[in-house]
């Protein structure tokens, strides 16, 4: 059985959760989330936890056991704290501009991009070069700050290009003369 899976995930206060058959609600100050079950899991409100168990006997259930309890635990994370993601622009030129919903990035290409942002992500713009992703789903504002990297990744030479704050770009040595 899962380690991680057979945790009870507690319920902080304004955090409230509901089980439907198989569908989980979570609702809180930053929003409202749903979760599907796979099937031959079972989850359960214990004295203000949230406690998730096996009820087949099939291999593939209990591989999910983990992965459900994980999934439920960030989302009660997710509608009381929140999740953020920051991201780095570095490079001569390269700047970022909130428009609204739409985020204007400035990259050296001949032209901006132009990157609409999910409904459920907002975004901060500090300093022109730093952006700050937040939401309450914690895959969306990855997936988010993924696509928003891959605008243009960091190279290995210089470092230019849009990185994670907390990434750390192994820098390589450029050419060297033989003699």
Known sequence: MSRIGRLPIPIPDGVK?????SLVKVGGSEGCL???????????????????????THKKSSALLGLTRSLI???ITGVSK???KSI???????????KGKCLHLTLGYSHPIRFELPEDVTA?????TNITLGGANKQTVGE????????????????????????RIKKKIGKKGIK
Do not use: Q
């Open 124 to 128: 901060r713009v500090e300093n022109r």
């Open 73 to 75: 635990a960030n989302m």
């Open 144 to 167: 988010t700050a993924a696509i928003i990297r891959g605008f243009k990744k960091p190279e290995p030479y210089k470092g230019k290009g849009i990185k994670y704050t907390d990434e």
């Open 17 to 21: 959760v509901d089980i439907e058959g």
């Open 88 to 98: 780095e622009l570095v490079g001569i030129g390269y700047r970022a501009e909130l």
């Open 82 to 84: 929140g999740f953020e």
């Open 34 to 56: 749903t979760h599907s079950l796979p099937a031959g899991i079972g989850v359960e409100l214990i004295e203000n936890k949230v406690v998730v168990s096996v009820k087949s």
